[in-house]
């Protein structure tokens, strides 16, 4: 088992930025894929983007490219999210998730942090 735990959440300005982490626990040696994905209050899931746990690979949706970055330290079993110019918008509850079972369906998951962008 895979346990996630996500921090770094809060309230932020709009044109702000924070950080959020995903720490990982338990059975680290078989991760191969970690996302991000955020959910707003009335909207469906939202994938945010991901990164191998071995490698250079990312990728992110259209709505946060430019903006956000995913960077993972393996020493500490952590990803983080790097949240810039952050638009009211971007308010939702982000979830880390890690190692895929199919298109964009994870095996586990994190309990979520609030990021809430004010203006």
């Known amino acids: 088992q895979v346990q996630l735990v996500e921090s770094g959440g809060g309230l932020v300005q709009a044109g702000g930025s924070t950080r959020l982490s995903c720490v990982a626990s338990?059975?680290?040696?078989?991760?191969?894929?970690v996302a991000w994905f955020r959910q707003a209050p009335g909207k469906e899931r939202e994938f945010v983007g991901d990164t191998v746990w071995s490698g250079d690979y990312t990728s992110y949706a259209d709505s946060v490219k430019g903006r956000f970055t995913i960077s993972r330290d393996n020493a500490k079993n952590t990803v983080y999210l790097q949240m810039n110019s952050l638009k009211l918008e971007d308010t939702a509850v982000y979830y880390c998730?890690?190692?895929?079972?199919?298109?964009?369906?994870?095996?586990?998951w994190g309990q979520g942090t609030q990021v809430t962008v004010s203006s």
């Open positions: 998730a890690a190692n895929p079972v199919s298109w964009r369906q994870y095996d586990y």
């Open positions: 338990g059975r680290t040696f078989s991760i191969y894929r």
